[in-house]
């Protein structure tokens, strides 16, 4: 059990090249749990995988952590959030690997505050927002991130 001990690429879902060795994990971050929520987005930096396009802060799982531990320290590395001013709802699996060896896990969560937590991008980030729900679709999203965004705002509205 070391820090750090996720980092590395292996094969993900059709074969596709993915960071991180015992999975991955984003955090869907929101304002509040109503209809007015705004959710944080990571435009990443163009030199990582998939850079240029907008998604969830996060990455790779260490063998020691769960899923929403992942995606909060990632989260704090990527965007300097408080994690203190957070409240982690549900985990939902929203990629996964052939045989289901590796998973992209998003974790749900909510602000405290109902409100937008301070940011401080690092050099992953490009630029950080906190989007209206109904307009992430607006900003040219990471694939993996587009291809589950209908299952994460199903789900929040139907859980809130």
């Known amino acids: 059990m070391t820090v750090g001990d996720g980092n590395g690429w292996v094969e993900g879902p059709g074969g596709k090249p993915v960071w991180g060795r015992f999975g991955a994990a984003g955090l869907f971050l929101r304002t509040s749990t109503g ?28 063998s020691h952590e769960t899923e929403a531990e992942a ?10 959030i ?20 590796w998973t992209y896990t998003t974790v749900l969560a909510h602000t405290t505050t109902g409100e937008e937590l301070p940011t401080e991008p690092n050099a992953e980030s490009a630029d ?5 729900l109904d307009k992430i679709r607006e900003y040219p999203l990471h694939g993996g ?8 705002l199903w789900h929040c509205k139907n859980h809130d």
Do not use: M, Y
């Not at 209809?35 to 260490?62: E, I, M, S």
């Not at 995606?71 to 300097?80: M, S």
């Not at 950080?128 to 209206?132: H, K, N, P």
């Open 35 to 62: 209809g007015d929520a705004k959710v944080l987005l990571q435009h990443r930096a163009n030199w990582v995988a998939d850079g240029g396009t907008w998604a969830l802060p996060g990455g790779a799982r260490d």
């Open 71 to 80: 995606a909060l320290r990632e989260t704090v590395e990527e965007c300097g």
């Open 82 to 101: 408080d994690v203190g001013k957070v409240v982690v709802d549900t985990c939902i699996v929203t990629a996964a690997g052939d045989d289901s060896s």
């Open 128 to 132: 950080l927002r906190w989007v209206e």
């Open 145 to 152: 991130f587009e291809a589950s965004l209908d299952t994460l």
